[in-house]
């Protein structure tokens, strides 16, 4: 083997003396010889980053790691549970070339900034990850220019909430949802409640109407393609819904929570929401609509619709001085028996499509079945480094088209101006 | 009294006593010249000079990120005359959906909430310094209530005012009463921005009617009574007397203020994010910083350059007198070495007095 | 400031022809007592309303009854509570850290310029008060990018990074410090200290042993306010400080303001306002008790505190 590499480094020839002694040390495989810490894909202890561990599920999961891996052992490090926090706790230590932070855990929609930044290691070559029955849309998030920067560990995905007491079927597709808005009308209902303010969520309901109609808002190299007809069909749909009321003025303030409070109400006889108003509405002592709503993958224009996705992927950071072992840490947390585990404790949407099928899972999270079908349609919020300006531009715009009476064509035509710019310089 | 009085120097000073001065003076105030010139200017330079540099670009080929390089004043245009780059070079005017489209809206809005409340402030300001120069029982108490918007920290206040504001809160409900239908106090462009102005004017009317109130005390009675017996009505005395005399303190509260509301952040931030016509140019400062440092560095530097002007007129043409200089000192000796009631010192000095 | 009266000019005047004396000086006193009646609703209502819903149940979060029904402690549990991810407790402290270190530095540094400002002549004077009081309009928000960058390149925003914020609010506290302290250290007698002086003191000892005391009350206020707007202070603390739960420095004006619910989407309106009342209710007492001081303090800078 050795001589293999030898030879190799022979026919590369001089320039490439130093890629390839790393690649030797990789070789060293368990032992210590390596090129030590430096050359950045050895072996031993790590630091794994992540949001606040509200669900309990890491101590368990790195506990029983350490255990197997007494000299390759994981120190977790929290962050706060704000994903802004977050966000900026990473740049600054990336910026800092901190090898103290080997594996960070990124919000799908910042993976191609860090990419593009370089500062995430690419799972190719001797990192090589494999995505093999995940749920694609969640590979598709953690790739950018067509390269694997980060492994997808939790997924999300939105569910459309109905009434079962009032609707007998749930609607397949956005016709049938909207034709149904005359049950509300008879109870005295409103009709539909997504989030609607000026805010992340409004990206995501507005980029879901879009990409339901088959638009896109960037192309796979990136680049804005936001001003199509299919995303002048979503975004005319949610306006004219608005327009006529299906989806009332106050929702201009609504985010999750004003939504899912409206629901339980009995306010909304649909409501679209993330997988979280699940067990609370069901539980929660001021719920009005315990045992009387259910879940449905979104109503698309034939069939389910464009979810839009939400979740985590785990990515190693290209500073780290144990690579290797960061891999094999993010290849143990996203291994089936792992991820059936976030899902039984956490109760967090795993990314292994098998798991949506476990008896034992369904029994405790009775919406998987129909997450399962969300995510598999879902959409990756645009891959974008750029993803800042470009949520900037598609909230604006969408609430000036939904709110303020802009033109939709203007609303997107701006839009399409406005990440243009974003991605040529300010 | 509303400004820092500098007391000119008793006339019965030693010469002894002064020796040395010029230098001990520099030393005291030495420390809070290097803090002001860590923590202020050397930002400031600093900030000055990035915003001379492009913001990192993306190289098309490779998709990573690579330095911009020098910008020359393009960071300045894109803000003042909203340009923004185009695919391929060159710029157009910034679309809707860009930071850079919402300078002037910024601008206008802080512009407003700055008239708006600072002139709210002022009349209610006033109103209340008058109704607490009467006499009246129970002062204390009242003065303790009107401290209460004043001390709670204005991150407090929004969220405060953000659930007092809710569509089901209880504003809503009062409103109702008066069959006002429910608005939407946080997400309809103008509700949401009277929303602001009504939180701040709650919250630092106090300030302005205390500052108020302390100029109305140093009114003399005499000076309301001859007017009575001149038979002078109520808004003569306001405008011809009240006004006059307060002009001074006034002014420098209005000049805080109004500098307060320039730089305002907290509110609505934390009410609105910045959504629906409410972002302010802090928050927009903020918000870029997110996009692009150099850019943010530029928008700065706008910013505290605005702010600037600002003070200036007040100071130079509104009559904000904020440094009370004695009787004598004029500004163009400003750099004098002494002013001229150092140099009238009287005696000679006794040797003996030059301790230290 | 000088208090000449404007002549006023009778003939200008028009006679007001009222109603009798007494029933006006009536009328006059019920419309005084209902405005002081309006100042008080004014300063108290909202906060009372806090108050009231600091102590409802969650599930009754907006009923509009106006006085305490549904009453629970359980807020304020929540407001403590650190399973949410949430620091409130160490927030608090933080606060108080951050709070006694700027007031402490900021009046020792004050105290020095501002007994130079008042008592001595020097070349630049009135120049360096000028730059001071520039100082204190300046816009917090320009500082924000800067800062951030070079206390970034220092590692001044990881670990216990305190000083990351009270450096800054130092140099925003000191000139409204300076400023109070040069007006109140204008009105004391220093002819005392000259006194002192002839008497063979130091310059040092004469303000130390003399003039201290005397300055104890404009001290003490002037501290008050510094502390105050240090405790109160958001935009900077918001992008500077460090949310890491193992060396978390977050104060909590902007604990407060990122205060996370059970669910990733909750605005936790009744926690947040137990943990507003918690984080106001000393502010306030500190106001009752030092109200005259305040007030004195406030009025003789003429500034914000």
């Not at chain 1, 804005?224 to 007809?229: A, D, G, H, L, Q």
């Amino acid at each position: 083997m050795a001589n293999q590499w030898r030879r190799g480094r022979l026919l590369t020839g001089v320039a490439a003396v130093a890629v390839a002694s790393l690649t030797l040390a990789g070789c060293g495989g368990g032992s210590s010889s390596g090129g030590g810490s430096s050359s950045g894909n050895s072996r031993g202890p790590i630091t794994f980053v992540t949001g606040k561990d509200n669900s309990g599920v890491w101590a368990p999961m790195i506990a029983k790691w350490n255990k197997a891996h007494p000299k390759e052992k994981v120190t977790l490090k929290e962050q706060t549970d704000q994903a802004d926090q977050q966000h900026d706790d990473i740049v600054q230590h990336m910026q800092a070339k901190d090898p103290g932070y080997d594996i960070v855990t990124v919000d799908v929609i910042w993976t191609a900034e860090f990419a593009a930044k370089g500062w995430l290691q690419p799972l190719t070559g001797q990192y090589k990850f494999d995505t093999n029955g995940f749920l694609p849309p969640t590979v598709k998030a953690a790739t950018y220019n067509n390269t694997l920067y980060a492994a997808p560990w939790a997924s999300d995905g939105g569910l459309l909430y109905y009434r079962k007491d009032l609707v007998k079927t749930p609607p397949k597709t956005l016709d049938q949802m909207w034709n149904d808005c005359k049950i509300a009308k008879q109870h005295n209902m409103s009709c539909y409640a997504g989030q609607f303010a000026k805010y992340e969520g409004l990206t995501v309901n507005a980029t879901e109407a879009m990409n339901t109609f088959g638009g896109q808002v960037v192309d796979s190299a990136g680049k804005p393609t936001v001003n199509s007809p299919q995303n002048q069909k979503g975004l005319q749909m949610l306006v004219d819904h608005v327009k006529n009321g299906d989806i009332p003025k106050q929702e201009s303030t609504f985010q999750e929570e004003q939504g899912r409070i409206a629901f339980e109400a009995g306010k909304f006889l649909f409501m679209r929401n993330w997988p979280y108003c699940y067990s609370l509405a069901s539980t929660e002592g001021s719920s009005k609509v315990k045992g009387k709503f259910a879940v449905a993958p979104l109503p698309g224009v034939n069939g389910p619709g464009a979810s839009s996705l939400g979740g985590h992927s785990e990515a190693i950071s290209t500073y780290s001085d144990h690579k290797q072992t960061a891999l094999d840490f993010l290849k143990y947390i996203t291994a089936p028996a792992q991820q059936k585990f976030i899902a039984m404790k956490g109760s967090l949407a795993p990314v292994r499509a098998s798991l949506y099928d476990d008896p034992a899972l369904i029994k405790k999270l009775p919406y998987l079945p129909t997450l399962k079908t969300a995510i598999a349609n879902a959409v990756p919020r645009p891959v974008t480094p750029f993803y800042p300006a470009v949520t900037t531009a598609i909230e604006d715009n969408a609430f000036a088209a939904l709110w303020q009476g802009k033109p939709v064509s203007a609303a997107l035509s701006d839009m399409q101006k406005a990440m243009q710019s974003a991605s040529s310089g300010s | 009294m509303a400004a820092a009085t500098v007391a000119p120097a008793p006339e019965k000073t030693r010469k002894s006593l002064r020796a040395g001065e010029g230098r001990r003076g520099i030393l005291l105030v030495a420390p809070t010249l290097v803090m002001l010139a860590v923590v202020i200017l050397y930002p400031l330079v600093r900030a000055v000079i990035q915003s001379f540099q492009k913001d990192e670009g993306l190289n098309p080929a490779t998709g990573m990120f690579v330095q911009g390089g020098y910008a020359g004043l393009s960071n300045y245009s894109h803000w003042l005359l909203q340009q923004c780059a185009v695919a391929g070079g060159g710029t157009q005017p910034c679309p809707e959906g860009t930071l850079g489209s919402q300078f002037w809206g910024a601008f206008g809005i802080t512009v407003f909430w700055t008239v708006v409340s600072v002139g709210i402030e002022v009349i209610l300001g006033l109103w209340f310094a008058t109704i607490m120069n009467r006499e009246f029982r129970g002062r204390g108490l009242v003065r303790a209530a009107i401290l209460v918007p004043w001390a709670i920290p204005t991150a407090v206040t929004a969220k405060l005012w953000f659930f007092i504001y809710a569509y089901d809160g209880v504003l809503n409900h009062i409103l109702g009463f008066a069959g006002i239908p429910p608005q939407l106090w946080t997400s309809d462009t103008w509700p949401a921005r009277m929303g602001v102005v009504i939180a701040d004017v709650w919250k630092t009317t106090p300030f302005m009617a205390l500052l108020i109130l302390a100029g109305l005390q140093l009114i003399s009675k005499d000076v309301y009574e001859a007017a009575e017996v001149d038979g002078a009505s109520r808004w003569q005395v306001f405008t011809q007397i009240t006004l006059p005399l307060i002009k001074v303190p006034l002014m420098v509260a209005v000049l805080f203020r109004v500098l307060d509301v320039m730089r305002i952040f907290d509110l609505p931030y934390i009410m609105t994010g910045g959504a629906n016509g409410t972002t302010s140019l802090s928050i927009l400062v903020v918000k870029q910083i997110r996009q692009g440092f150099n850019s943010a560095s530029a928008l700065s530097t706008i910013v505290f350059i605005i702010i600037a002007l600002t003070a200036f007129v007040f100071v130079k043409f509104l009559g904000a007198d904020v440094i009370q200089r004695p009787p004598g000192y004029t500004k163009r000796k400003w750099f004098r070495r002494k002013p001229p009631e150092a140099s009238q010192s009287v005696e000679a000095t006794p040797e003996g007095a030059e301790a230290a | 400031m000088t208090t000449e009266a404007l002549p006023v000019t009778a003939g200008a005047a028009e006679q007001e022809i009222g109603p009798p004396p007494r029933r006006k000086d009536r009328g006059k006193a019920v419309r005084s007592y209902l405005g002081l009646a309006i100042i008080v609703l004014w300063g108290l209502a909202p906060f009372y309303w806090m108050i009231v819903t600091a102590f409802r149940q969650v599930g009754f979060t907006f009923v509009t009854t106006p006085w305490f029904t549904h009453t629970t402690l359980d807020n304020f549990r929540t407001a403590f509570s650190t399973a949410r991810g949430n620091h409130f407790g160490q927030a608090l402290l933080n606060s108080v850290i951050i709070g006694v270190a700027t007031t402490a530095i900021a009046m020792l540094i004050g105290v020095f310029a501002a007994y130079a400002l008042a008592r001595m002549q020097f070349r630049f004077k009135y120049l360096i008060l000028g730059i001071i009081l520039g100082a204190s309009m300046f816009p917090g928000v320009a500082l924000v990018s800067p800062l951030f960058s070079l206390f970034s390149n220092i590692g001044w925003l990881q670990g216990w990074n305190y000083q990351a914020m009270i450096l800054p609010d130092i140099s925003f506290a000191l000139p409204l410090a300076i400023y109070t302290l040069t007006a109140f250290f204008g009105e004391l007698p220093w002819d005392l200290e000259e006194a002192a002086r002839i008497d063979g003191c130091t310059p040092g000892q004469a303000f130390r042993k003399v003039m201290l005391p005397l300055a104890a009350p404009g001290l003490f206020t002037t501290a008050i306010l510094t502390f105050i707007s240090a405790w109160n202070e958001f935009l900077l603390a918001s992008q500077l400080s460090n949310s890491d739960p193992h060396h978390y420095t977050v104060p909590v004006t902007v604990a407060i303001a990122s205060f996370s619910g059970a669910q990733p989407h909750q605005e936790p309106y009744t926690a947040v306002m137990a943990a507003g009342t918690i984080v106001t209710v000393p502010l306030i007492i500190l106001v009752l008790v030092f109200q005259k001081a305040i007030v004195s303090g406030l009025t003789a800078g003429g500034v914000k505190g």
